[in-house]
């Protein structure tokens, strides 16, 4: 059964002077999905949040939020909430005296200190209710961002880096309450340079290069397309590896650590069906293999690809942005 779409974008162009921040920009999210937004820096990411939460206006192309056409006035969409660039808080009230704010300003009735509650306790931060933002971290900034946009009950929600600053429980907790609004019909539009992220989350995803959409598809067929991919290969006779991988069909040494180097790994480039090749031949040369992981992830490597980063260039790297 096909969703109705919740924000539905065609030929979305943007300048800003000379810079063409958008060019003939598509998108399209139904309702109960979360939707990925990944690129480069420049790519014209932040520039799309804002035209969807009414930050500003495009210069050419339709767009249509919950079925209502945005028009070309400075003004947030019936329906919208999120972020872009960080949430907006007051540092000296406290993060209960920063949602009964925003409560008040969208005049809500008798039961705002109890809405209010229900938003911190969503995205766990009882606790430090009546504690000042100033001494917030940035982990905790973003939470209360989320917790304003809850409180307002969008039936679309627009995240810049929900996860950034987060601790690996915040990020579990934070991650949590999206899956939830997204059974729930909330259409998400997230933008993260943490493919982990894209990959924990999002159904679809959308990736943009100087303006313009890569890829716009499935998660799944994004992995799929990713192509041959840089392994780490730690063994038990290094030197013996490093003559197998030489000689197994599909394979290509990248670079061979040191054997004086305490981690005396090999990096190789191939499929997948080449590596199980290398795995099979390690083992009947009596080698162990100790250690086999990607360099990248397959989302990683895909969307390097798609964007023409070169994944050597940025070696050592743990983000893509």
């Known amino acids: 059964m096909e969703r109705t779409p919740a924000v539905r974008a065609r030929g979305i162009s943007k300048s800003f002077g000379d810079v063409l921040a958008l060019d003939g920009v598509d ?3 139904p309702e109960g999905q979360v939707h990925g937004l990944v690129g480069p820096n420049g790519a014209g990411k932040t520039t799309l949040l804002g035209l969807l939460l009414g930050l500003a206006v495009a210069d050419s192309g ?5 079925g209502t056409p945005v028009g070309r006035v400075l003004a947030v969409p019936e329906g919208v909430a999120g972020f872009v660039d960080g949430p ?5 009230l406290t993060a209960r005296q920063n949602l009964a704010a925003l409560a008040t300003l969208r005049r809500f009735g008798p039961d705002r200190a109890r809405e209010v509650d229900e938003a911190l ?5 009882s606790d430090v209710a009546d504690d000042r933002v100033r001494g917030f971290s940035l982990g905790m900034r973003q939470r209360l961002g989320l917790a304003a946009a809850l409180i307002t ?3 679309v929600l627009v995240l810049d880096e929900p996860a950034n600053g987060l601790d690996p429980a915040g990020k579990h907790h934070v991650h949590g309450v999206i899956r939830r609004l997204a059974d ?5 539009v997230l933008s993260s340079h943490r493919m982990d992220d894209l990959a924990a989350l999002c159904s679809e995803v959308t990736i943009l290069a100087t303006g313009r959409v890569v890829f716009a598809g499935p998660v799944a067929k994004l992995a799929s397309e990713s192509g041959d991919l840089d392994y780490r290969v730690l063994t038990s006779d290094p030197a013996t590896a490093r003559e197998v991988a030489t000689a197994t069909p599909g394979l290509r040494l990248v670079t061979a650590d040191g054997l004086q180097r305490r981690s005396e790994a090999l990096v190789v ?3 997948v069906q080449a590596l199980d090749e290398l795995v099979v031949r390690l083992v009947g040369a009596g080698v162990a293999v100790r250690e086999l992981a990607p360099v990248v992830t397959p989302l990683e490597a895909a969307f390097l690809a798609l964007t023409g980063i070169d994944p050597a260039r940025d070696a050592g790297r743990e983000e893509v942005g």
């Open 62 to 66: 339709t767009l249509e939020i919950l």
């Open 184 to 188: 729930d019909g909330v259409a998400i």
């Open 27 to 29: 998108l399209d999210v």
């Open 121 to 125: 306790a969503s995205v766990g931060l």
């Open 269 to 271: 480039r191939g499929a």
């Open 88 to 92: 907006g808080l007051y540092p000296s």
């Open 153 to 155: 009950r969008p039936r």
